[in-house]
């Protein structure tokens, strides 16, 4: 029905920036918020930052002021902005979608994850 593809991972040095990309795809759907989260090796999944349709953002402590989240709703996007980056940071990132098909019922959509490693 919906699927995410994500895109933007990589290997980067201790300070450097990456931008994580997140194309949602489908039809019949509206998105009524997204997602990151991340997972490091044996570590739960958590989440790093999501927005809704409107606008309105929310940050894990850990990345607020480093992280930023954005959407393109005329394009199904989100994109993850990583700045100041930190060998702490490195996981594997997932996106996640919740949507509204045909008005009514709503599901929600993971991606199949992009590593992102920082090298110290």
């Known amino acids: 029905q919906v699927q995410l593809v994500e895109s933007g991972g990589g290997l980067v040095q201790a300070g450097g920036s990456l931008r994580l990309s997140c194309a949602a795809s489908g039809s019949g759907f509206s998105i009524n918020a997204m997602g990151w989260y991340r997972q490091a090796p044996g570590k739960q999944r958590d989440l790093v930052a999501s927005i809704t349709s409107s606008g309105s953002t929310s940050y894990a402590d850990s990345v607020k002021g480093r992280f930023t989240i954005s959407i393109d709703n005329a394009k199904n996007m989100v994109y993850l902005q990583m700045s100041s980056l930190k060998p702490e940071d490195t996981a594997v990132y997932y996106c996640?979608?919740?949507?509204?098909?045909?008005?009514?019922?709503?599901?929600?959509?993971w991606g199949q994850g992009t590593q992102v490693t920082v090298s110290s």
């Open positions: 996640k979608a919740v949507v509204v098909i045909q008005k009514f019922y709503q599901y929600q959509y």
